[in-house]
């Protein structure tokens, strides 16, 4: 059409009935492939993609989790956060019946969806842990109809697992059941020098050999969820399994002694085992009221678990005859019951008040029997007075209130928890009861600000506690070899913690950069102290050493350098000081810690992505000593088949070998050295097959739009 003008004057013109002739072109589908980001930011956690950490496929989620740069893994798997193994962890935001770090080095990393690292949580939150929690969230389908997944996965060095998940969900209806195996083993080489003064006598022990960790773990869980309204949802989960943890050797031992110039050399042999079956079943109600995100949810969640615990030690002499040996057993119920009732109002669109009460109600018991060997008639026989029989009982009672908004650019949430806590400890064998009587509160505040330019500046702070865990308390001595005792501490104070944080973001187009600057007090800080029990014995004791003081920051640089070729670099900094009092001794120990990650991911062609990583952590003081630095590289290459229904991954951990970490530590009348490492690499092949019988077909048209993603 031509000639037509606009104009003030002329503003509307009609032209009349226009027809368009319809085309249709037959396309036939449109592929958009792509990364999710590592790591996503919130104003009170961060969260870890798993599908992004190919290197960690076939392990566990301590695997994923040393990938990150608050992270740090010791030799037999133990998590630290922030330097800190005081940590909560939550299973799809409910605590878990294992302990924090048994939970994460038993969970197969294929049945992981992402895992959050909460370091400043709300006051919702239960505020256990110096460092923060990790809440783990494990795979649901959300896709119409049926659908599923299964896993394998086979290494070196007896490694192995599988899993399997199949949902399916309606309108009104989603139900899943899953099952998850996963044998992992750690040999490897240890070796450790002893030197002990008592009566002005001088020990010294060395021991060298094979060592060798297995953790086998197995879990049935499903659930059910149903709408019964719009409004009205019932939810009820389930999880079955049985945990074990195995650990052996046998060592050459070397001991001599001054003065009188003796020399004994002999073998040392050690096993322990301890595991035991579980179960939880958790459920909860929501109720929506009028308007978005007003709700009622109420919850129950119980858990059990029953622990036992054997070890057998053994020193032997050159003709393989039993020279002195100890025999453990301890058998350990426990049980809790918790409740929660959660109430969430908004006011306005940017604006919302959340309260809520909980109740956790523990019940646990711990019977420990010991036996000496007797070379005389060769059999193993009871020691009543190392024998105990403890219960603890603990009941804690919580409310909390949490009001949170925005106001243009700026966001804010302040919140307020207490609690009351009445803990008892009965031990048969002491004969005496100790009890906890106590209220405290836990302040916690979240602020945020939006900056021009992609720009995103966050600050928080929290009020926390790590309560002793129950074995910390135990009354009594308990032989842990020939050499070893142990001992709790009832008298042992909860340690609070202070935390604050700064974190800055900045988007850059394709890339990403973050900073989180963070400060971290902690009082009545508690770390296993060892001191001189007997000749040549050590005896090792949780104390209240004093405070410590943590003071860094975390950087993540995410990069897209090109289509095929995605990096990031991170690294965690901080400087680290102890200070308190040993044996009526002060001391005050620091050292400025550090740990860096750098991650390559590579397309070299369609459906293959090829991943390396390699990280490093710094040595760090402890109250009486410290641990040394390692660093190591990690390999993996995927490959989908058969239209992206299965993905193979090959995995290569620990490439060149170089992961060996060593500790000393000192004391009054007392010196150790010990240096272990696992043998490496290790090599797994991890297979994942995927089904969703209501993926659209080709040709077809329609369907409610939740069937568009297939994994």
Do not use: C
């Not at 094979?210 to 773990?217: A, I, L, P, Y």
């Amino acid at each position: 059409m031509n000639d037509i003008i606009l104009n003030t004057g002329n503003s509307k013109i009609d032209l009349g009935k226009i027809v368009l002739p319809r085309a249709i072109s037959e396309l036939d589908e449109v592929e958009i492939v792509a990364d999710e980001m590592s790591v996503e930011y919130r104003i009170d956690r961060k969260v870890i993609n798993v599908s992004q950490q190919l290197t960690a496929a076939s392990g566990s989620a301590v695997d994923i989790l040393e990938n990150l740069p608050s992270i740090t893994v010791d030799i037999e798997g133990n998590v630290a956060l922030r330097g800190s193994t005081g940590f909560m962890v939550l299973i799809d935001g409910r605590p878990t019946v294992l302990e924090s770090s048994e939970a994460l080095q038993q969970l197969p990393a294929n049945s992981i969806e992402n895992i959050e690292i909460i370091t400043n949580p709300s006051a919702k939150f239960n505020p256990d842990g110096t460092s923060g929690i990790i809440n783990i969230i494990t795979k649901k389908n959300k896709l119409q109809g049926f659908s599923g997944t299964a896993n394998l996965n086979l290494g070196n060095y007896k490694r192995k697992g599988a899993g399997f998940l199949v949902n399916y969900t309606n309108k009104r209806l989603t139900t899943f059941f899953g099952g998850d195996y996963n044998l992992g083993t750690r040999p490897g080489y240890e070796i450790n020098e002893r030197t002990t003064e008592q009566n002005d006598t001088t020990f010294f022990t060395r021991s060298e050999g094979e060592k060798n960790g297995q953790r086998d773990f197995w879990v049935l869980r499903g659930g059910l969820g149903y709408n019964f309204t719009d409004k009205d949802n019932f939810n009820v989960e389930f999880n079955y399994g049985y945990s074990n943890s195995q650990r052996s050797g046998s060592l050459n031992y070397l001991e001599t002694v001054n003065p009188g110039n003796i020399s004994n050399e002999y073998i040392s042999q050690q096993n322990s085992k301890r595991g035991g079956n579980f179960y939880s079943v958790s459920s909860s109600y929501q109720h929506d009221f009028a308007g978005k995100k007003h709700n009622l949810i109420a919850q129950v969640n119980y858990r059990k678990r029953q622990s036992t615990e054997e070890s057998l030690n053994q020193l032997l002499n050159n003709d393989q005859s039993i020279t002195s040996g100890q025999r453990n057993t301890e058998d350990g119920p426990g049980a809790v019951l918790q409740l929660n009732l959660d109430y969430t109002r908004p006011f306005g669109d940017k604006n919302k008040f959340e309260t809520g009460y909980q109740a956790r109600i523990g019940r646990s018991g711990d019977k420990t029997e010991l036996y000496f060997y007797n070379p005389d008639n060769e059999e193993y026989e009871i020691q009543s007075e190392f024998s105990n029989d403890t219960d603890y009982n603990r009941d804690i009672h919580a409310i909390y209130g949490i009001y949170g908004g925005e106001k243009g650019n700026f966001g804010y949430q302040i919140g307020l928890r207490g609690e009351y806590t009445y803990r008892t400890i009965n031990s048969l064998t002491v004969g005496q009861e100790f009890t906890i009587d106590r209220f405290d509160y836990f302040p916690t505040l979240h602020t945020s600000y939006k900056l021009p330019l992609e720009q995103q500046v966050m600050a928080s702070y929290s009020r926390r506690i790590e309560r002793p865990r129950s074995y910390y308390l135990e009354p009594f001595i308990t032989w842990s070899d020939a050499f070893n005792v142990r001992q709790g501490n009832p008298g042992l104070k909860p340690e609070y913690i202070d935390a604050m944080e700064l974190n800055y973001l900045k988007g850059l187009g394709d890339h990403t950069f973050s900073f989180e600057g963070y400060y971290r007090i902690t009082n009545n800080k508690t770390e296993r102290i060892r001191s001189v029990y007997q000749e040549n014995v050590m005896l090792s004791r949780p104390e209240n050493v004093g405070k410590d003081y943590a003071l860094g920051g975390e950087m993540v640089l995410s990069l897209n350098l090109f289509e095929w070729w995605k990096m990031d670099i991170s690294g965690n900094f901080y400087n680290y000081r102890l200070e308190g009092a040993l044996e009526e001794q002060s001391f005050d120990r620091q050292s400025f810690n550090w740990n860096t990650r750098w991650s390559n991911t590579f397309r070299p062609f369609k459906g293959n992505r090829v991943q390396l990583n390699s990280r490093y952590n710094s040595a760090t003081v402890t109250a009486q000593g410290m641990r040394g630095d390692y660093w190591t590289a990690d390999l993996a290459v995927s490959q989908e088949f058969w239209k992206k229904k299965m993905t193979g991954i090959v995995q290569i951990r620990d490439l060149f070998g170089k992961v060996i970490r060593d500790a000393e530590s000192s004391g009054v009348g007392f010196y150790s050295y010990e240096e272990e490492y696992n043998y490496a690499p290790q090599f797994s092949v991890t297979l994942n097959y995927r089904f969703n019988n209501y993926k659209s077909k080709k040709g077809e048209r329609g369907g409610d739009g939740d069937g568009g993603d297939d994994f």
